[in-house]
């Protein structure tokens, strides 16, 4: 047994920490360096009986099509026939509206690609319909005594998470446990204190940044769960947004603005908490004044005031607020200056392996005792353990999302901050299925022309240079792994907002091909 890490008489200063943990800690610390765990005490949570956990999710699909051949004029209340692009989510009895005429059709029969409906159901008279106008469905209208209609399926997408085990320890020398027990501190060790806070902490930068694994270590499987970053990355690219290197209040309702089309919860308003670094805080805080600036807000002292200065924590977009936290931890990561993390309590939840959830054992509790029953253990000292194996579902993806490097600011006025968008994109992403081991994927950017743009890679960073109508292209050979990310570098010079700044491509596991009984995983 190593004794390293083991508090002993050269560094004491002892706190008492009850037992209980993720309401412990958003009750002591909810500012502190775990505030979205300590959060997760009030959030869902589940108890699961497998390792694996898996959920579905679905975005809200408005039924459109896209006709491929014209419609004529026709009478009032005539059957035309006409073939669309595709007919998955059209049933018999759905009103349609032509946009430009208003004209509504009904359907009365769908074959394949074609569909019959009847012509001017409604006050407007029918005329032609070229080829490419959508259609939007505006509901439905059945007959008296009408057959029940087929169901309508929606297009769902299977969300999956692992769990991960967590460990933190604290300990305290025989003798330092004496001298404390003397000058009245107790028995318990300042860190045990801090074991709970690097427990909360390792499980906050997991729910964060983590990445799904599965794989061995010393001949024992080894776990790592997938955190709201990855699941961004897989199941909703496009809220992840690169900011442009001046940000106006118009780039960054923009930026957000995507992030109100779920809406998880419809007992609340359209409330989302971003979580930033100082550079993003303090960035937003300036937006802030210079906003109220140009509103004609005053920001005049009061008579005998020794305080000046505005600081914003909350702002509000056409379509939603936003709570900002500053978050210690954004601090100490290289690679999260300037981000904001936007997340929606109600759509994530934590799940539990049962009899797993967040426990703690103290060993040696009786050491120093002088009543003959002391525990020893093989070691002069008293501490204990805290584990966890837990995993998050992220039930909505596309009601959080994630803005990369937010600096700079300014007024909508200013002639540098005039915003150019581009984005990236591959040709076989996540939500269209997975892709076949060492496939090649064609990777897009579209961007100003002739521009320099560099893209992360999994393997390093690839230079793209876009040609005259802003669009650049490079393949990409895809390996074994679950799933490949490619992100937009941000150059600092070129004011142009990336939405989405990021794309994935999934690939097929050993577990998730049909194979024979005698092969199965």
Known sequence: MST????????????????????????????????LFAMTSQLREETITNVDHSWFFSEYVQPQVTTTSALPAAGQNS???????DTAFMMEGMVLVVPGTME???????VGNTIAVRRGVGTTAPAAVPAGVTLMSIGTAFEESSLRPLPQVGSYTEGSNTTQIFRNTWAVSGTAKSLLTQVGDGAAANNKRDAAMYHARDIELSILFGEKYKG??????LRKMGGIYSMLQQYAPQNIVQAPRVTTYDALEAMLDPMFNVVTDQSQMNDRIVFGDSTFVSAISKLGRLYTKESGVSMSMQAGSNRFGQRFTEFSVGRGNFKVMEHPLFN????????????DLSSLSVAYLQGRKTDYKDFNPNANSTSGVAQDNGIDAQGGAYLTEMTIAVEAPLANGIIMGLCEVGTSCAPCVTNVYGSIEVDKPCLSGQIAPNSSVVVTVKSKANTLVKVQTPTGIVEVTTDATGAGTFNYTV????????????????????SPASASVCVEQPCNVTVAPEQEC
Request: charge should be positive; glycine fraction near 10%; hydrophobic fraction near 40%.
């Open 4 to 35: 390293a890490g083991i508090f002993n008489t050269s560094n004491f200063a002892p706190r008492q920490l009850a037992p209980s943990f993720s309401s412990n800690i958003l009750r002591l610390m909810p500012n502190g360096s775990a505030p």
């Open 79 to 85: 059957v035309s026939q006409f073939t669309v692009q």
């Open 104 to 110: 509504q059709l009904l359907i009365v029969g769908i």
């Open 216 to 221: 061995q270590l010393k001949g024992q499987p």
């Open 332 to 343: 100490t990561l290289p690679f999260t200056r300037g981000m904001g993390m936007v997340v």
């Open 479 to 498: 390996g074994t792994n679950e799933s490949y990310v490619f992100s937009i570098l941000p150059n600092g010079i070129d004011n142009i907002v990336y």
